[in-house]
């Protein structure tokens, strides 16, 4: 047999890497129990979604900016999604959690204002654990992955409804209390013509992909930690800190809770004016691969 080409044997060398993980992963799943798992109960169907497709889009950086000790504006940035994004179309309806809570998989939700409509009605009074543990349920259930959104991809779904948190204000302006005026009013309109009764599916509309009722009056929880980052009066990053027991919950604006709080009104907001309500939806992760991964995160794995 003729001798690999310098070029095959580098595509062989990076390729070597991934294939040995993926070897390895199957073996450690098959060791500890993890292929194989079933779910008891008759499968669910799945809930509808939306698929959209891959564009650029712009989106301003998550995470609380200070220069010279006072807030500014995170950047804009451009991504680009490489793939179809296959999202939830409705929040998770309260009595889709309910049948997670009769299997005893789930906490009981604490919902400030108790749905009058389970079956149109989103799920709310949900923290961050309790979404994972139905996210959990749910691809058991279904035999499909489903996870939360990141920021970043709900900012994808949303597209033109998907909150701008700037302050709307010269940040190289010699005057910091113009920046502190601005995040004070900003706050301050936050708090003001607020609806906080959940209502039924379809009540707040559509984004341009079909994502419905995206920043009305419940908050969806993401992956995405809370971030403070401080910058010095050139621009440059002079610390960047992430706190990832807090997540970010996004709606009308954002809002960075601790991942056990239920109701943000009691106190649990970590920063700014808190959410109506809280509940989520979910990502159907597509990746043939996403099933291994999924069972080895639940084993405490870091993949």
């Known amino acids: 047999m003729a001798a690999l080409s310098e070029k095959s044997q580098t595509a062989v060398s990076l390729a070597l890497p991934s294939v040995l993980f993926l ?33 650029e889009f712009s989106y301003r950086v998550s995470g609380e900016f ?15 999604m490489d793939g179809p994004l296959a999202i939830m179309k409705y929040q998770v309806t309260a009595a889709d959690y309910a049948r997670c809570v009769g299997e005893g998989v789930c906490p009981p939700a604490e919902p400030e204002h108790p749905p009058a409509d389970p079956e149109r009605m989103p799920a709310t009074g949900i923290s961050y654990d309790d979404a994972q543990a139905y996210a959990s349920w749910l691809s058991r259930r279904t035999g499909a992955v489903w996870v939360l959104p990141t920021d970043e991809q709900l900012a994808f779904a949303a597209g033109s409804r998907f909150p701008d948190d700037a302050l709307g204000v010269d940040e190289d302006s010699d005057n910091p209390a113009v920046r502190w005026l601005a995040d004070y009013y900003r706050e301050t309109a936050r708090k003001a013509s607020r609806v906080p009764e959940p209502q039924p599916q379809g009540a707040f509309g559509e984004s341009e992909s079909g994502l419905a009722d995206f ?7 993401t992956t995405t930690c809370s971030r403070r980052v401080s910058l010095d009066r050139s621009g440059a990053v ?12 996004t ?37 043939w691969y996403a099933p291994l991964l999924q069972r080895l995160r639940a084993k405490g794995f870091s993949v």
Not at 33 to 48: C, F, I, Q, R
Not at 71 to 78: F, K, N
Request: with cysteine; net charge neutral.
């Open 23 to 55: 070897l390895l992963a199957g073996l450690l799943a098959r060791e500890t129990g993890l292929v194989g798992d079933t779910a008891a109960g008759a499968a669910l169907d799945e809930p509808p979604i939306v698929l959209v497709t891959p564009r």
């Open 238 to 249: 002079v610390n960047d800190a992430s706190s990832c027991g807090i997540y970010i919950a």
């Open 215 to 221: 920043a009305g009056n419940v908050w969806e929880w």
């Open 66 to 80: 200070f220069k010279g000790g006072y807030a500014v504006d995170g950047p804009m940035v451009s991504l680009h």
């Open 251 to 287: 709606g009308k604006h954002r809002a960075a809770l601790s991942s056990f709080v239920r109701n943000p009104k009691g106190g649990g907001c970590a920063v700014g004016a808190p959410p109506d309500n809280v509940g989520f939806r979910l990502v159907k992760d597509t990746r």
